[in-house]
Structures are given as structure tokens and as C-alpha cells.
């Protein structure tokens, strides 16, 4: 993410005189280190919860950096850029809260593909010479359907997840104490515990 900026100067520079060439070139370059950081994770098994929710945010921040970009230089929409970056605030704010409550959304396989077309969107309004060209825009615009397909996606499993019971052993909730039964809570707070309000009932009962 700290290399974001070069790519925004690099894009706002290729309008004004520059090469598109290279500012393509360092977005697909950083889009693809980020791809490769994942990878290498994975085949070490070297994957975390926290590397789950991270790590997609770093495309998301160049993805959204660079369709700010583009809008400001009339080359997108900016309802498609402004769409774009509501999804995957929304999304990520989505991820972090499930994370609060123990449960981990890692990215899905439409939400991968979304990433590819949206960086290839990208690339070719950088590089494309008319950007309102119908090839142009029919990749754009299936950026923008994947994106909001798989946003519901991500929304109705985050859903399902949560109303899902606790597996054995978890609790009322991720991170608390398992609750006794309401008649032993009673008594132990009576008594201290259950095996000693046993005895003290013994106790109580008159012998004949």
C-alpha cells in the first residue's frame, strides 16, 4: 500500500504528457506482488486470520485509488468508481465486525474474479485510447456487476455464518464462558456448589 502513491503520480502524470505504458505497468506490477504475497503465504502455510483480513485490503486501496483517478480525468464514470468504493468499504467494515465475533470471511472465489476484472478495468481505461469505446466499457461494466454481486455474496454468508449455533465447547459466544443451566447457576451461587447444597440438604434431613 506505501507504493500507491507513485502509481497515482505516474497515472495523473501519463494525462499530461507521460507514458500510460509505464503507469499501467507499476498498477499491474503492484497488483500482482500483492497476488504473489498471497501465494507464497499459502504455500507455506503460512496463513492467518489476520493475513485474511488484511491482506485483500491492499487491492482494494489500489483499486479504489486509481478509479479515483480516473474519474477525476473524466476517463470512468463517477458513479462507477463511487459505486466501486461504497462495495468495498462496506465490505471490508462487514469483514472486521464478523472478525470481532470470531468469524473469519476469507475472500471467495467470485471475489476473486471481481479483483481480476476490476484491475483489468483498470488497466484498460489507462491504457485504452477512448475510454467510452464499447469494449472499454464492457469490461468496466462487468467490473461493476461483480463487485455488487459478489458484495451481496459476501453479505448473505457474513448472514448465514452468525446464525449458525456455536459449535460445542464455543459458548454463548466467541471468547466467553460457557453459562451453567439456570437451576445449577442458582444453587451454586447459593452454596458455592452444587455437590455441597447436596450435602447440606443431607444434613437437613431428620433421621426417624
Known amino acids: 500500500m506505501a507504493l500507491v502513491p507513485i502509481v497515482v503520480v505516474a497515472m495523473l502524470d501519463a494525462r499530461r504528457g507521460g507514458s500510460a505504458p509505464l503507469a499501467a505497468g507499476l498498477f499491474g506490477a503492484l497488483a500482482a506482488s500483492d497476488a504473489l504475497d ?18 485483500p485490503i491492499a487491492d482494494k486501496v489500489l483499486v479504489a485509488a486509481a ?26 467494515g462487514m469483514r472486521f465486525y464478523a472478525g470481532r465475533r470470531g468469524v473469519v ?8 474474479r471481481k479483483t481480476l476484472v476490476q484491475i483489468a478495468a483498470v488497466l484498460t481505461l489507462i491504457l485504452a485510447p477512448d475510454p467510452d469505446a464499447w469494449w472499454v466499457l464492457l469490461i468496466v461494466y462487468a467490473a461493476v456487476l461483480l463487485t455488487v454481486i459478489s458484495g451481496v455474496e459476501y453479505f448473505a454468508g457474513l448472514k448465514k455464518r452468525l446464525a449458525e449455533p456455536p459449535s460445542p465447547g464455543d459458548g454463548p459466544g466467541v471468547g466467553d464462558a460457557a453459562a451453567p443451566p439456570p437451576d445449577q447457576a442458582s444453587t451454586t451461587l447459593a ?14 434431613v431428620p433421621r426417624r
Request: no cysteine; proline share 2%.
Open 38 to 55: 498471497g501465494h507464497i503465504a499459502r504455500a507455506r502455510q503460512d496463513v492467518t486470520n489476520f493475513g485474511k483480513l488484511v491482506d
Open 105 to 112: 470471511i476469507s475472500a471467495s472465489v467470485l471475489g476473486k
Open 67 to 92: 478509479l479515483v483517478v480516473l474519474a477525476g480525468q473524466e476517463r470512468v464514470a463517477a458513479w462507477v468508481a463511487g459505486a466501486v468504493i461504497v462495495r468495498e468499504v462496506a465490505v471490508t
Open 191 to 204: 452454596t458455592g456448589s452444587p455437590a455441597s447444597s447436596a450435602k447440606t440438604s443431607a444434613r437437613q
